[in-house]
């Protein structure tokens, strides 16, 4: 990039292929197994005769290493290289621990990068890799989330939240309350597990400028990858190159780079110019690309005979590493969703010798929604109450937190428009009514929130070609879910042209800086940029432009900047069967209906939104990662242990959402929809299941057990 962007506030876009279900652009590619993902570059690409790096990562939970024995492995057939922290590369800054790996001798956690193996072909550099002996001197180590063992740290929760939050008197009005919800919940760890393994291809570079790193990897933010490595590698940012043109998922483990990215530019530094590609195993996913912390939630809700809440209480306790302090935002939710006079939340971390926690779909909102929403079904029952008439009675008027406006709260529409169409109405008021054959029957629903992110900084730059058509870039990623579709449609109708006019480009640092894909933030983000641009474009060359006219453009709106409350809201609603005799709880039926704002493609959207469904029964049922605090390390470290929904578990799920523009929001009228769909979802299973059988479960996986 040359120029400075002009600034430009993007006003609404007359909608023509926006709303339409644009096939997917890259659903070619894709089916036909053309588009390359990060370790499918070769010479191409600039990639020639690729080493294949494999790390080796520590069997122990804490210690120093006291020697790596790399004979056998560097004797081995095709092995060209094997670095251990006495002779990798030197890093410029090691301040975030997580990412300096192989520069100390000490291991902070089990499945610690400790050394790595550089061969030619990857059976060569596996095998080598088994065959380097770590000696450590072993420390002891504690790795067993408790209560006592969280404390409170003074930086604020994911990402900028505070820790705590005090309103009015708990106590007293607890004291006072004509019924009283007192209850621990309780949620597992759980670890991402996109289809695709975190991978990365490196080479460094020279031309004449000097040194270049040029990295394909598995992101979802490649401005964001170039930022946090540039400085640790001693370089300015655009001396670092990254692509990401096709991702195969990340749920927020791609969000940020972790070590293996930090391994295969070492490696391609001690190589260079030879390229390296890394891929992460599935086992060593585990430890080394992020999970979502188990958390405790301790809540505590009082309301008067009518259900109406006088007071909530959600004390959350979890943990991070000790290596790097990552905090769950598992309370934030509970200060915005119910309206009640008196409210306290806190977030306590333990601080273990573990692998590092990260973003997990909904970080905050899943475990935390999951906690309030099954305390509010028991408040229900406590108090006689159709559980969707709970919800409406609690409806808050303004943001509870701040007291400012709702920009478009629609809870209550979600909530009647879900018992509508799954047909809640004449459920029985009593749990354990219904058996058929050997299978208790239920239902159970849960309120969905999750905020509306539009990041700044984003730049998009819009080129007239030739024959009325337009290239429009913008660094972002599209993950799998449709970024890149959905953006040519918005882009189409910004520039008043067909979708078929539009080249849109993504997925590299050479285009115009942008945003993470997460925080549900990627289409209000980067569309409202690209909206900006194809504006300050129109204005300045007109709708017959030469070919060559270009405009880069940043959004000079800022909606988050108001004193206004912007959320998404949904209702969920489960039919839960148990077995009387084995505990085997189903799903058969799982329905959504969400308030995101426009919907840009209903085939994408309809996606997003199943899929979160899906990751929330996945989570109800299956999901659940045994840390050994013995010895530190996740024994579930595949997907033969760590159980994840298969086919033969999703039966009707389905989601709709209402119709609506957010204008408020974004040019396009769009909020976001990636994380809404696992939030409340385990909860309205959890609620079914006790609908099903008046047995109560408090934490997840809602395993057989349970109900013997
Ligand atoms: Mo999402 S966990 O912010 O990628």
Same mark, same amino acid.
């Given at each position: ?45 600039? *990639? ?112 900028? *939240? ?123 996913? *585990? +430890? ?14 009082? +309301? ?34 119910? +309206? ?50 709970? &919800? ?71 080129? +007239? ?132 704002? &426009? ?110």
């Amino acid at each position: 990039m040359t120029a400075d962007p002009v600034q430009h506030t993007p006003t609404p876009i007359r909608v023509r292929s926006v709303g339409t279900r644009l096939e997917r652009v890259d659903g070619l590619e894709k089916v036909t197994g053309r588009a390359g993902y990060a370790v499918e570059h070769g010479a191409d690409d600039g *990639f020639d005769g690729a080493l294949v790096a494999w790390l080796v990562t520590s069997t122990v939970a804490r210690g120093r290493v006291t020697s790596v024995d790399t004979a056998a492995a560097a004797a081995h057939d095709g092995v060209v290289a094997v670095l251990d922290h006495t002779s990798a590369p030197r890093l410029a800054d090691t301040d975030d621990g997580e990412l300096a790996i192989l520069q100390d001798p000490q291991v902070h956690f089990r499945g610690q990068v400790v050394a790595l193996v550089l061969a030619e072909t990857a059976e060569s550099a596996r095998e080598a890799a088994s065959l380097v002996e770590v000696s450590y001197d072993v420390e002891e180590h504690e790795a067993e989330l408790t209560e006592e063992a969280a404390t409170y740290r003074p930086d604020s929760v994911n990402p900028a *939240f505070d820790t705590d939050s005090d309103t009015g008197d708990v106590d007293a009005a607890l004291a006072e309350a004509a019924v009283v919800v007192d209850e621990e919940y309780r949620t597992p760890h759980e670890h991402n597990n996109p289809m695709e393994p975190h991978a990365t291809t490196a080479v460094w570079r020279s031309d004449g400028d000097g040194e270049v790193l040029d990295l394909v990897d598995s992101t979802q933010a490649v401005h964001g990858v170039a930022s946090t490595l540039a400085p640790m590698l001693g370089l300015e940012q655009d001396q670092v190159r990254v692509r990401a043109p096709y991702v195969g998922g990340g749920f927020g483990s791609k969000g940020q780079p972790h070590a293996h990215v930090v391994a295969a530019a070492l490696a391609a530094r001690h190589v260079s110019p030879r390229p390296v590609r890394l891929a992460v195993t599935r086992q060593q996913m *585990f +430890a080394l690309t992020g999970y979502r912390t188990a958390t405790i939630s301790r809540m505590r809700l009082g +309301a008067d005979a009518d259900g109406r809440l006088t007071a909530i209480e959600h004390r959350v306790f979890e943990q991070s590493s000790k290596v790097k302090e990552f905090a769950e935002q598992t309370a934030v939710p509970t200060r915005m969703l119910y +309206a009640a006079p008196n409210r306290r939340t806190s977030h306590r971390l333990a601080m273990l010798d573990v692998a590092v926690p990260s973003w997990m779909r909904a970080p905050g909102e899943m475990p935390g929604v999951f906690a309030h929403e099954v305390a509010m079904d028991e408040l229900a029952q406590a108090c006689g109450l159709d559980p969707v008439e709970l &919800r409406l009675r609690n409806e808050p008027d303004v943001d509870p937190e701040t007291g400012n406006p709702w920009n478009n709260r629609r809870l209550p529409e979600c909530l009647h428009r879900g018992a509508e169409r799954f047909g809640w109405a004449g459920r029985p008021a009593e749990a354990r009514a219904t058996l058929e054959g050997d299978w208790w029957v239920g239902t159970g629903m849960a309120a969905a929130t999750y905020p509306a992110y539009r990041q700044g900084g984003n730049a998009a730059r819009v080129t +007239a070609l030739d024959g009325g058509r337009y290239a429009v870039a913008i660094g972002a990623v599209d993950i799998g879910t449709g970024a890149r579709t959905v953006l040519t449609q918005i882009a189409a109708d910004a520039l008043e042209v067909g979708t078929d006019a539009v080249d849109l480009e993504v997925g590299d640092t050479r285009l115009p800086s942008a945003s993470v894909a997460g925080g549900s933030s990627g289409t209000a983000s980067w569309g409202s940029t690209i909206v900006a641009a194809a504006q300050a474009f129109r204005e300045r060359h007109g709708d017959d432009p030469g070919a060559g006219a270009e405009v880069l453009a940043e959004a000079a709106d800022d909606p988050l900047g108001t004193d206004v409350a912007f959320h998404s809201f949904g209702a969920v609603f489960a039919e839960a069967r148990v077995h009387r005799r084995t505990g085997e709880v189903r799903v058969p039926r799982l329905f959504g209906v969400y308030s995101v704002g &426009r919907v840009v493609n209903p085939v994408t959207a309809h996606s997003q939104l199943v899929g979160g469904l899906v990751m929330g029964l996945s989570a109800a049922l299956f999901e659940e990662s045994w840390r050994d605090a013995r010895f530190g390390h996740v024994v579930t470290q595949d997907l033969a242990s760590y159980h994840v929904a298969a086919h033969a578990d999703v039966r009707d799920v389905d989601a709709e959402w209402l119709e609506e523009s957010d204008d408020a929001f974004s040019p396009m009228g769009a909020r976001g929809i990636g994380e809404i769909g696992i939030v409340g979802t385990a909860a309205a299973v959890v609620n079914a299941a006790h609908h099903a059988t008046g047995v109560r479960v408090r934490s997840l996986p809602v395993t057989a057990d349970h109900f013997l």
